[in-house]
């Protein structure tokens, strides 16, 4: 199986200020038509998760435009531009790539 | 407004059988294929089982192979999970979610296996 691993596991981070989020893959997540499938999940305390990126860097609808990924091959990121109250939660990337779909250990982001 | 609900959740004994549904609606059921993901008591994220639009495809993880069973019904908008043999590692949340690349997510069922 494709391990995932996020780095840090825990982020405390002042309101406004940016933050970044780590996610590195066991192999490449590049399948065979070119596409890159690692998306990015926020679950705030006592919610489900929802998906906030998909294929690296292509955000959801409603997302905040705030939140950007990047990266390729086996190493992407996260960022939060400046960091706001509701951004508290776990963030997890995930690669869809290869069977079977593995997650990250998940980051948790909490306010200094 | 997409929507998934999941149900089916329950308190049962080691060895035991349960059937969760996922209910579906705002979205065109029949062309999405559907993935069930757990999550133990303040753990993390473990992807436990797929099925494709038609059923024409199913995976399961290694820890529940040979146990679980998913199967949808496209005329009644809902996928199942049937979860057989079940142990106390299987205790935690699942949720269905949308798509081969987990669009939608539902609030979750909660399953405790315990004596």
């Known amino acids: 199986d494709v391990v995932m691993t996020q780095s840090p596991l825990s982020l405390p981070v002042t309101l406004g200020q940016p933050a970044s989020i780590s996610c590195r893959s066991s192999q490449s997540l590049v399948y065979s038509n070119g596409i890159t499938y690692l998306s990015w999940f926020q679950q705030r305390p006592g919610h489900s998760p929802r998906r906030l990126i998909y294929q690296v860097s292509d955000r959801d609808s409603g997302v905040p435009d705030r939140f950007s990924g990047g990266g390729s091959g086996t190493d992407f990121t996260l960022k939060i531009s400046r960091v706001e109250a509701e951004d508290v939660g776990v963030y997890y990337c995930m690669q869809g790539t290869h069977w079977p779909q593995t997650f990250g250990q998940g980051t948790k982001v909490e306010i200094k | 407004e997409v929507q998934l609900v999941e149900s089916g959740g329950a308190l049962v004994q080691p060895g035991g059988s349960l059937r969760l549904s996922c209910a579906a609606s705002g979205f065109i059921f029949s062309t999405y294929s559907i993935n069930w993901v757990r999550q133990a008591p303040g753990k993390g994220l473990e992807w436990v089982s797929y099925?494709?639009?038609?059923?024409?495809?199913?995976h399961y993880a290694d820890s529940v192979k040979g146990r679980f069973t998913i199967s949808r019904d496209n005329a009644k908008n809902s996928a199942f999970l049937q979860m057989n043999s079940l142990r106390a590692e299987d205790t935690g949340i699942y949720y269905c979610?949308?798509?081969?690349?987990?669009?939608?997510w539902g609030q979750g069922t909660l399953v405790s296996v315990s004596s």
């Open positions: 099925i494709s639009s038609s059923s024409g495809v199913v």
């Open positions: 979610a949308r798509d081969r690349h987990f669009e939608d």
